[in-house]
Each structure stands twice: as structure tokens, then as C-alpha cells.
């Protein structure tokens, strides 16, 4: 393993209102990458030593994560942290399912029940990839058609099936971008990680998540993640951003100190 420092020199950014101030890869063939230091917890602030004995990835495993890992998140943050990741999947199941990006254990999610309204199935037969879609109980002429236009195909499937809580999927995001903060700017962000820690599941107003994605396919063994400080004076834009890759999605929002705020700051 080794440790990653942010700001890589070679980083950089063509935007006259933004700069990297943090930013870490990982891919299938390169050594793993530790963030953090193992002795405090950066969430918390625990620092009983048998109180780090887990794994904690900073990024979600399910979305193939297997490279990048924090030292400085204790084993009770990172139990907690677990039911964000965990509403983020169920949020984006279908992506993950399509796009093939395969999670722990190496495995592709699979997204819905057989015998529920929807399912999607990404598998391998013979060496093939098979990509099935299961709509039950409504007309087949809802869920198939052609663009006369363009003489394209037209599938629709229900993809959001499950059930989940949109506040903890957004603190998952919240959770990377500060797992990625430099170190000394931390206590400029208590507020914000008093929040992660809190039983508010309330929806918030700056909660949008910039999102694209490569459907089909099978999403590439690796990730990307960093933290951008802006750099200009123009208070229209967001103090901080945050963006990550991994596999054949790409998630962008904007960190801000406080839970609340309405507006850059």
C-alpha cells in the first residue's frame, strides 16, 4: 500500500475559477492508496487503537472500489458510513446493474426481485454478456417503441425499485469529499460533519447531485476522486466542489461548512 499526499503537482484544472486542492486514483494493476493518518479518527476524533481494526474505503466498495482506503476513519464512523453507501447504491441501482460495475466480491449487482414491478440481471453466459430487463404486470407497449425519427429502439424499465432515504445518499458523497479535505482545513468544517453524524434525515435545499453515466457496457475497473477549492472572487460560485468517477458513473456536489446553506459561500 501506499500513502497518498494531496495536491499532486501534475494536477491541474482548466477553469479560471477553480483549482485541486486534493485528489486521489485507483485502477485494476496499480498498489493500493492510503489517505490519512491511523490514529485519529477524522470524524470523530477517537483514538483508541483497537478502535481501527476494520477496512474503511473512502470510497464505496459497491461501486468497485478495491484500491483506496482511509487510515483516519475509526470502525464506529465507518459502521455508520455503511447505511450511507447503502442508500447511494440503492439510489443508483440500475446504473450499477447496466453499467456492469461490479462491487464486492467482485460480483454486479443485480437490481430489483424477479417476482417484483421491475428487475434488472447483468450477467455472463458462455463468455457473453447478457443484460435483461422485467416489467410485470403492465402493458409491454409502456415499455418498448421505436423513433421513427431516428429508427432507434426505445426500452423503458423502472429502475428506482427500492426504497431508500435521499438525505444518507447524499451524506455518502458528503463523507468522500471530506474523507479527501487536507487536514488543517478540517475545523473550518464541524458544522458539516456534526451533521453526518446526526438522526436529521431531513431533505435539504443545496442537496443536488450532478450525475452522468455510461449505460451499457462493462464500467472500467478504476476510479477517480477530487476536491476543488475556487480560486476567483466571483461569489456566484460554490467555495467548494466535489467530484468523483468510479467505474462508468461520475458524481459532482458542492461541499459547503454548514448543512443549511442556501447559497456559495
Not at 218 to 242: E, H, K, Q, V, Y
Request: with cysteine; proline share 6%; glycine share 10%.
Amino acid at each position: 500500500m501506499r500513502s497518498f499526499l494531496s495536491t499532486p503537482p501534475e494536477a491541474t484544472l482548466e477553469s479560471p475559477d477553480y483549482a485541486i486542492i486534493a485528489m486521489v486514483q485507483g485502477s485494476l494493476g496499480e498498489p493500493g492508496v492510503t489517505l490519512g493518518t491511523k490514529g485519529r479518527c477524522r470524524f470523530c476524533g477517537q483514538t483508541e487503537p483497537r478502535a481501527f481494526r476494520n477496512v474503511a474505503h473512502t470510497l464505496p466498495e459497491a461501486f468497485g472500489n478495491k484500491w483506496v482506503t482511509s487510515l483516519d476513519e475509526c470502525d464506529a464512523c465507518n459502521a455508520r458510513f455503511g447505511t450511507f453507501d447503502d442508500a447511494l447504491v440503492k439510489s443508483m441501482g440500475a446504473i450499477l446493474t447496466v453499467g456492469g460495475t461490479q462491487g464486492k466480491g467482485n460480483k454486479v449487482r443485480q437490481t430489483g426481485r424477479s417476482d417484483g414491478p421491475a428487475s434488472i440481471r447483468h450477467r455472463i453466459v458462455d463468455g457473453k454478456r447478457l443484460i435483461s430487463m422485467r416489467a410485470n404486470g403492465t402493458p409491454f407497449a409502456e415499455h418498448f417503441g421505436v423513433n421513427r425519427k431516428t429508427g432507434e429502439l426505445v426500452f423503458r424499465i423502472p429502475g428506482g425499485t427500492e426504497r431508500f432515504i435521499p438525505a444518507r445518499a447524499y451524506k455518502a458523497l458528503v463523507k468522500m469529499a471530506l474523507a479527501l479535505l487536507p487536514a488543517d482545513a478540517l475545523p473550518n468544517f464541524t458544522k458539516i460533519i456534526a451533521w453526518l453524524h446526526s438522526t436529521d434525515d431531513d431533505l435539504l435545499p443545496h442537496m443536488i447531485v450532478g450525475i452522468s453515466f455510461s449505460i451499457i457496457g462493462n464500467s472500467p475497473p478504476l476510479l477517480a476522486a477530487a476536491l476543488l477549492r475556487r480560486t476567483s472572487g466571483n461569489r456566484d460560485t460554490p467555495c467548494m466542489l466535489f467530484v468523483t468517477t468510479m467505474g462508468s458513473v461520475c458524481l459532482q456536489i458542492v461541499l459547503t461548512r454548514r448543512h443549511g446553506l442556501r447559497v456559495p459561500e
